[in-house]
């Protein structure tokens, strides 16, 4: 099973381990390298794949894995633009206090 186009590209700039994990799943867990860690070289970025009992679809995951942390890191987002409420906004902000205050001066007692 050949892998997709960007992760074979992507696995050129990585060191592709793989291991023997250690946890529950017995003798077969034990015995076989399926688990897989992927270094990126330029970047340093490391993710490890376990889920599969098979070795070239974790290789594929951490790939994947890999790729994704790239792109996150790559994002930038987009500059916030200041911006003032409008007309509207602003009177029925004032409203509310005016109506707010009008409540709580009712709710005084009256001083005889």
Do not use: F
Request: charged share 40%.
């Amino acid at each position: 099973m050949p892998l997709p186009p960007e992760l074979e590209r992507l696995a050129r700039d990585c060191d592709v381990v793989p291991y023997r994990s250690s946890g529950p799943g017995g003798q077969k867990k034990n015995k076989t390298e399926s688990s897989v860690r992927v270094r990126h070289r330029p970047t340093g970025i490391t993710r490890v794949a376990t889920e599969s009992r098979s070795q070239m679809r974790n290789r594929e995951m951490a790939l994947a894995r890999v790729l994704a942390e790239l792109k996150r890191r790559a994002h930038k987002p987009k500059p916030r633009k200041a911006t003032r409420p409008g007309k509207a906004a602003v009177a029925r902000r004032l409203d509310t206090k005016r109506r707010e205050s009008v409540k709580k001066r009712e709710r005084r007692t009256v001083e005889e």
